[in-house]
């Protein structure tokens, strides 16, 4: 996975060998990954995750020249984009593992995910995580993850990537300052 994706970003592959390799992962059971009993295998599958958002982030690898290329990285931006939020929920679930250190992997990869994957992000796993947040009785370790998610996204995300969701983020903000036992 990742000779595939240095060769991709470095210029030595083209956007092509790219494409192939996300459709690849897409039909894969990357999003299973996330639900393995096994922390070396979840914490493989949250660096793949990650290093994906990082390499895809914006337009995609850099490389090549005109519009049919840009165009071409936009839609494996986008491809990108929906192996991401295919992952989520498997994420979340992995935040609420009674293991500590899968939990923390969890949580981890989630504010990894949003701090990398520059400032367009991935504005459709918002209402999700602000969805868990301002759950009453949420399971604590998934409030946990997706707060910290939100406030990486906070952080890195252009304001109009999250003006969109504005009213979901603020009743996850409302939320989480009124829980009297944060997570």
């Not at 992997?105 to 301002?134: F, K, M, T, W, Y």
């Amino acid at each position: 996975a990742g000779g595939v994706l240095l060769s991709s970003s470095s210029g030595e592959g083209d956007l092509r060998t790219a494409s192939a390799f996300v459709e690849c992962l897409r039909r894969t059971a990357l999003p299973d990954q996330f639900l393995d009993l096994r922390s070396q295998i979840t914490g493989q599958a949250c660096r793949v995750l990650v290093a994906l958002a990082y390499e895809f982030r914006g337009n995609g690898p850099a490389g090549g020249d005109g519009e049919d290329d840009a165009q071409f990285r936009r839609q494996l931006s986008s491809s990108v984009s929906h192996l991401v939020e295919a992952c989520v929920p498997g994420v979340l679930d992995l935040c609420k593992s009674g293991t500590r250190l899968m939990a923390k992997q969890g949580a981890d990869c989630l504010g990894a995910l949003c701090a990398v994957s520059g400032p367009s992000g991935h504005p459709r796993i918002i209402p999700r995580l602000a969805d868990e947040v301002a759950q009453k009785r949420g399971q604590k370790g998934r409030k946990r993850g997706s707060a910290m998610g939100l406030t990486c996204a906070l952080r890195t995300w252009d304001a109009g990537t999250l003006g969109r969701h504005a009213a979901a983020l603020e009743s996850a903000a409302r939320a989480a300052g009124s829980d009297r036992d944060p997570a």
